[in-house]
């Protein structure tokens, strides 16, 4: 009787072993395609400057909304329908599953990329930026590889196959970086417009994805090549496969696309308000005339009311009004006044490009901090469920403490760091960039940067929990504040983009807020929060001032005869700031007993850490 008992056990561990180690594949793969996004984004900018950095968000923005509504939630859909399958030994379900969802994903790419293929002109109209245009295109056949490659990935993870996926996605990041960034920097060199160097860039994707889907193809054949040919079981109508799909894939879609249309919505409106701004109340002139030309604005907007009839408003209301269809007809006949108008959007379309390419370069380094959360997100969630399935909620609340603390202590300094270095970060890795503009609206970014890694970890948590749509309630709120807090302070002259990244504080900020409630409220044994967060902050603010202090007193010895800071010596002087800061912050981590064994205990080698510091 002892025998028969010990095998299930065994099996039990092999399953979880299995179902660990898929997640940790998964979390290594998505930590490598960060990793390497970063090493694209950062050159990028530098290569296709301030105005084609807004023109590849842009677009990347509306390709991302797209791309999440076509694939978000059917992977997993596919991957547990056909994992159920597999346990019921039915191979004539699982293909049946398989190509009920390759055709679906088809279709849906397909739609997709007709709208960005041959809507791009009023796509780009809706983000404010006509030079998006190029780049939507590029990206259209994008849509239709995303779609299929996401077939293929759920039917690998569906037989708990990680490796394909996490390959694929590697594949997918490095044709972006070798041949996205090989192509921008040719076409700069070309002499080519930075719209046009923007849509270069995006190519690396679309042919990366291309790739990507090369492989999985051949994964697939090869894996089919091993299994029997003949199924027994009878599958079950395509109208029955196709229902169960999108029963589980629609509200995964629906939570998933939430950040994606947000995103939209908040770029459009902000891009609108400065043109807007920008038109009607020259007094906001003054926030950026260190860095911007105004006397081409000022001669195009003199030129245009000079064309305007008697008591007629130069508003931006009525300069859409005229333009709009002289954008949608090529072939139209311009009147002096159409061009006058013409040339007054192209000048106000410039301003806001070069100002909102400046956010984009600051919103770059922003992400990094949230990428590297992706590993911590990607394990908690079988951790925490798989100790809920034993029914031992001490283990799961010691694991949901230790993930809270883990990304405390990393979250914390790194946003402090972001807030205190922003201006010289952004001189060390953008000199393209407007220094002036870009640094302190990273500072500010850098305070959002807290909020959302613990979100990010609070959501996973709480989807582990079971409560998969409290999570998405919270973030539609939370986009709500986004875009009416970023809506109304770009419309103050003395703020203008650089209220921007406010949006992104008081959203994340409330996200995490309810978030911690929620799970005071609704998961038993809930962490305590005061021992968790006090201590990473009191050393991130000590770390903060010490890395504040080092830069200051380094630079100056940096000085040139008008007092600007070298490259060179900026260079020096925050990676020894940067430098200090860690020793500073790792030496009060653990002269505060910030971090537990049962925390360490959760990484590779925790064991060894704990036993060297101590713990």
């Given at each position: 009787m002892a025998q028969r008992d010990a095998a299930p056990r065994r099996v039990d561990g092999q399953k979880q072993n299995t179902f660990f180690g898929g997640a940790a594949i998964l979390a290594a793969g998505i930590l490598v395609v960060k990793l390497i996004g970063m090493?694209?984004?950062?050159?990028?900018?530098?290569?296709?400057?301030?105005?084609?950095?807004?023109?590849?968000?842009?677009?990347?923005?509306?390709?991302?909304?797209?791309?999440?509504i076509s694939t978000a939630g059917l992977p997993v859909a596919v991957s547990k329908l056909v994992s159920e399958a597999n346990a019921l030994n039915r191979r004539a379900q699982v293909r049946r599953i398989f190509r009920m969802a390759l055709l679906l994903f088809l279709a849906l790419g397909a739609l997709s990329f007709l709208v960005m293929f041959f809507r791009a002109d009023w796509l780009a109209g809706l983000m404010h930026d006509s030079k998006a245009a190029p780049g939507i295109r590029a990206l259209a056949p994008a849509v239709v590889c995303v779609g299929c490659l996401a077939a293929f990935r759920g039917y690998t993870q569906g037989h708990s196959n990680?490796?394909?996926?996490?390959?694929?996605?590697?594949?997918?990041?490095?044709?972006?970086?070798?041949?996205?960034?090989?192509?921008?920097?040719?076409?700069?060199?070309?002499?080519?417009?930075?719209?046009?160097?923007?849509?270069?860039?995006?190519?690396?994707?679309?042919?990366g994805t291309i790739v990507a889907l090369v492989y999985m193809v051949l994964s697939f054949l090869l894996s089919r090549s091993r299994e029997p040919r003949l199924a027994g079981d009878v599958p079950d109508s395509a109208g029955s496969i196709l229902g169960n799909i999108l029963r589980i894939a629609i509200p995964i879609t629906l939570s998933s696309s939430m950040v994606g249309i947000v995103t939209v919505i908040d770029s459009s409106l902000v891009q609108g308000q400065l043109q807007r701004v920008l038109l009607e109340d020259p007094s906001c002139w003054t926030l950026y005339a260190d860095f911007v030309d105004f006397a081409p604005l000022e001669g195009a907007i003199a030129?245009?009311?000079?064309?305007?009839?008697?008591?007629t408003a130069a508003t931006m209301a009525a300069l859409s009004q005229q333009v709009e269809p002289l954008l949608n007809d090529s072939q139209a006949v311009l009147s002096a006044g159409d061009q006058a108008a013409l040339a007054l959007h192209t000048a106000l379309e410039s301003i806001s490009r070069t100002l909102y390419g400046n956010y984009g370069g600051a919103l770059n380094i922003y992400n990094l901090p949230t990428s590297l959360m992706a590993a911590i997100t990607a394990s908690v969630i079988p951790a925490v469920s798989g100790a809920l399935a034993r029914r031992d909620r001490r283990g799961a609340s010691r694991i949901t403490g230790s993930a809270l603390r883990i990304t405390a202590l990393l979250a914390f300094p790194m946003g402090v760091g972001l807030f205190v270095l922003g201006t010289p970060i952004m001189r060390l890795l953008f000199p393209s960039l407007t220094t002036q503009l870009a640094g302190p609206l990273l500072s500010t970014l850098g305070l959002a940067t807290v909020f959302v890694c613990m979100m990010l970890v609070c959501n996973s948590i709480l989807q582990a929990h079971g409560f998969v749509n409290l999570p998405v309630t919270v973030m539609v709120l939370g986009g709500a504040v986004k875009i009416v807090t970023n809506y109304n302070v770009v419309a103050i002259p003395k703020v203008g983009i650089f209220g921007v990244p406010m949006g992104n504080v008081l959203c994340f900020g409330l996200c995490l807020a309810l978030d911690l409630v929620i799970i005071s409220r609704v998961i038993p044994q809930r962490p305590r929060y005061l021992p968790i967060f006090l201590k990473p902050l009191a050393a991130s603010a000590l770390m903060g001032g010490a890395a504040w202090a080092v830069y200051g007193l380094l630079s100056r010895l940096f000085l040139d005869d008008s007092g600007v800071i070298s490259r060179t010596g900026n260079a020096a002087a925050t990676m020894a700031a940067i430098l200090v800061a860690m020793v500073i912050y790792f030496v009060l981590i653990v002269a505060l007993r910030a971090i537990s064994r049962d925390d360490l205990a959760l990484m590779p080698k925790g064991d060894k850490l704990a036993r060297l510091l101590r713990l």
């Open positions: 090493f694209y984004k950062i050159p990028l900018v530098n290569i296709i400057g301030e105005q084609g950095t807004a023109d590849f968000n842009n677009a990347y923005n509306i390709y991302a909304v797209l791309l999440t990680m490796t394909p996926t996490s390959v694929s996605q590697i594949i997918e990041a490095l044709c972006k970086l070798v041949i996205g960034l090989g192509l921008a920097w040719w076409l700069v060199k070309a002499g080519h417009p930075a719209e046009v160097a923007a849509a270069g860039a995006i190519t690396g994707v679309t042919v030129a245009w009311e000079g064309t305007l009839s008697a008591g």
